[in-house]
């Protein structure tokens, strides 16, 4: 295990803490967690589901999903399209995909 203090191997030395070099990260745009990754990518295959499929499919837990859902839907990455709780995903939800996943996807 690595000391907590040494520069990773394949970090330079002047990178930001955060691992993100010299990019600066925008504020407005919200940072993926990896349960976000994985419903966006879900929405994004399938196109709209009932939130309890979405929590069922992707294998999260219902409340979790439904508290992430919640936190997209504020982000403007998902949008509601019933009031029976079905989501979809955005353009926006699509392009935060495509910039967030890189960052620590294998």
């Not at 295990?1 to 040494?6: I, Q, Y």
């Not at 330079?12 to 504020?27: F, M």
Request: proline fraction near 5%; hydrophobic fraction near 35%; aromatic fraction near 6%.
């Amino acid at each position: 295990m690595a000391r907590p203090d040494a520069q990773s191997v394949d970090r330079p030395e002047n990178a930001a803490e955060d691992g993100s070099g010299d990019e600066r990260i925008d504020p407005d745009r919200p940072s993926l967690t990896r349960s976000d990754e994985r419903l966006l990518s879900y929405l994004a295959d399938v196109g709209a589901d009932y939130q309890a499929f979405i929590a069922g499919n992707t294998g999260l837990y219902a409340d979790h999903v439904e508290s992430r859902l919640t936190a997209l839907a504020d982000a403007g990455l998902v949008e509601r399209v019933s009031g029976e709780a079905v989501y979809r995903v955005t353009d926006a939800g699509r392009e935060a995909l495509r910039e967030d996943c890189p960052r620590w996807s294998d």
